[in-house]
């Protein structure tokens, strides 16, 4: 049962990893106005709209996945270190928040 298990997960890890992830069209719409108001863009608002979407979270923790650097020891596994390690304008340059 467990091998079983274990093989699902690497196919939906498999699958992940190639398509084109969807994200809710509110995250959308609330990354896109939050990126806007420079004034108040901070990580800790761009996390908390991602947290909301579980698509977006998997979406951004694919990404820096794919850009991890050799050196890098530890997986990251929460929104907020994902997107300080990445960056703001990186983030929002290179992980498309659209569908």
Do not use: Y
Request: aromatic letters at 4%; glycine letters at 2%.
């Amino acid at each position: 049962m467990q091998h079983h298990k274990m093989r699902e997960l690497a196919e939906w890890v498999n699958f992940l990893s190639q398509v084109d992830i969807p994200v809710l069209k509110q995250t959308a719409r609330n990354l896109s106005a939050l990126r806007q108001d420079e004034k108040n863009l901070s990580a800790r608002g761009v996390a908390n709209i991602i947290r909301h979407d579980p698509m977006m979270t998997v979406k951004l923790l694919r990404h820096l996945q794919q850009k991890k650097h050799p050196s890098q020891e530890h997986e990251l596994v929460e929104v907020d270190q994902a997107l300080m390690m990445l960056g703001l304008d990186i983030f929002f340059k290179q992980c498309p928040q659209n569908r």
